[in-house]
C-alpha cells in the first residue's frame, strides 16, 4: 500500500471534489445559513433547514480554515452560517431549534441534543478562526447546558413515561469524548480534565460490555445493566466504531497507550461484528441476540458508517503497528470508494441496500450534510501523510 499516493486521493477528493459541491450548491444567498436537501446534482430539493447540519456545515468550514489553509471563501462561509445560526438557530436562551424554515422561523423545538454539540463545536472552531469572543461566549453556554442536560438530554420534549424503563444511550458520552477536545481552547483544565474522564468512562467501562464479546452497546439502564428490550439489545457498530477514534485521540493527548490498544481492540471486534459477509459493507443496526431488529434499515449501508471506519482502522494502525487493521482499512477501503463515490458528479451517495446498490441518490438530506464525507476524507488525508 502507498500511502503517499492514497495521503493524494483522499485530499484531492476533499478539496476539488466535496468541498466545492458543498460551497456552490448549498449556501443559501438570499436569507443565509445552508441548504443540506441537495440532489445529486446539488440541486436543492427542499429548503428547510437542520440546525445540527448547520452547526455541523459552520464547524467544517471553520476548521479547514484553522487547519488546512486561510481561504477566504471557506472563512466567508462559515461566518455567514455562523451568524444565521446566532439569529435564529436558539430560543434566545441557547435552546437550539432542531429545525428552521428557510428563513429561519422556527419549525421543530429543541428536543435534540445534538443541535446543542454541533452548535457548541460550530462556535468553538468560528471563535478560533475570527478571534470573535462573542462566538467563544455561546459555544461555552450551549456546552453548559449540554452538562446540565445529561441526565435528561430531551428535557420537556422527551415522550417516555417516567419511570417505567429509565435507559441512557451512548451516543451523549461518546460525542462529549470528541467535544470537549473541539473546544479545549475554551475551557478551563481542570473542567476539561474532569470532563473527559467522565466520557472514558462512560464509554470505555459502562458501554463496553466484555461480557458480550467485546461489542459496545447503543443502551444501558441508568444503573449500568443490560436491558433485555429493543433498546437494550441494539447495537450500532458505527457508532461504536467512530466513539474509538474519538477515544485513540485522547488515549495519544494523555499519553495513555493503554487506552489507545483497548480502542483498537474494540475497533478490530465491531468492524468484525458488524461486516456483512455475503455482500461487504457495515450493517447499520443489529440486535446481540440475533433477534429481529425494529429498526427496517437495519441492514443499510451508510456512508457515515463507513468513513468512520476508515478513521479509526487508520488510526489504530498509525498508533499501534496492528496490520490487522491495515488489512481491515484495504477492504473497507476498496468497498468505500466502489460503492460511495458518485462517478458521476461530486460528494458521495449516502444511502445504500445490502447489497451495496444506491436507495437514494441525493448527497444532502434532513440527515446528511457537509460532515462525515469531508470531516473524514481530512482526517484519512492526514494519517496518511504522516505514513511511511
Known sequence: MVFKELAAQYKTELLDGVLPFWLNNSQDKEFGGYFTCLDRDGSVFDTDKFVWLQGREVWMFSMLYNKVEKRKEWLDCAVQGGEFLKKFGHDGNYNWYFSLDREGRPLVEPYNIFSYTFATMAFGQLSLATGNQEYADIAKKTFEIILSKVENPKGKWNK???????????????????????????????????????????????????????????????????????????????????????????GKRLNRPDLIEKAKDITLTMVKYGWDEQYGGIFYFKDRLGCPPQQLEWDQKLWWVHIETLISLLKGYQLTGSQECLEWFEKVHDYVWTHFKDPEYPEWFGYLDRRGEVLLPLKGGKWKGCFHVPRGLYQCWKVLEELK
Open 160 to 250: 417516555l413515561y417516567p419511570g417505567t424503563r429509565n435507559l441512557k444511550n451512548f451516543a451523549l458520552p461518546m460525542i462529549l469524548c470528541n467535544l470537549a477536545l473541539e473546544i479545549e481552547h475554551l475551557l478551563n483544565e481542570d473542567y476539561l480534565n474532569q470532563t473527559i474522564e467522565t466520557c472514558i468512562h462512560e464509554v470505555m467501562d459502562v458501554f463496553y460490555r466484555p461480557e458480550l464479546g467485546g461489542i459496545i452497546i447503543e443502551n444501558v439502564t441508568t444503573d449500568g445493566q443490560l436491558s433485555n428490550t429493543f433498546d437494550g439489545r441494539l447495537v450500532n457498530p458505527g457508532h461504536s466504531i467512530e466513539a474509538m477514534w474519538f477515544i485513540m485521540d485522547l
